[in-house]
Nanobody, 120 residues
Framework: QVQLVESGGGLVQAGGSLRLSCAAS????????LAWFRQAPGKERELVVI????????YYTDSVKGRFAIPRDNAKNTVYLQMNSLNPEDAAVYYC?????????????WGQGTQVTVSS
């Protein structure tokens, strides 16, 4: 199994940028599909992106296309979420997730989440 730890959340002004990190501990990190989810207060958890085993972006939600990038560094067992042009609608707790198979939900492994707050 793999354990995931998110970091990098915080307060940012609208229009600013923030980079989240998800560090993994465990075996065969490069074998996992990775995803970022987010959940705002009072709303359901939303799938943001899915990253393939070798790094390609397999899915983007429409609201982040052109603004977010997802570098994956298998050598460091880390995946990032580079968020640019942030707006208040991006404020949420962000979670990373991993699984050995491609899926849009019900990932086997989850991080604890990191809070992103966007001031308007």
């Amino acid at each position: 199994q793999v354990q995931l730890v998110e970091s990098g959340g915080g307060l940012v002004q609208a229009g600013g940028s923030l980079r989240l990190s998800c560090a993994a501990s465990g075996r065969a990190f490069s074998s996992y599909y990775l995803a970022w989810f987010r959940q705002a207060p009072g709303k359901e958890r939303e799938l943001v992106v899915i990253i393939g085993r070798s790094g390609p972006t397999l899915y983007y939600t429409d609201s982040v296309k052109g603004r977010f990038a997802i570098p994956r560094d298998n050598a460091k067992n880390t995946v990032y979420l580079q968020m640019n042009s942030l707006n208040p609608e991006d404020a949420a707790v962000y979670y990373c997730a991993a699984d050995l198979v491609y899926r849009p939900s019900e990932y086997k492994h989850w991080g604890q989440g990191t809070q992103v707050t966007v001031s308007s």
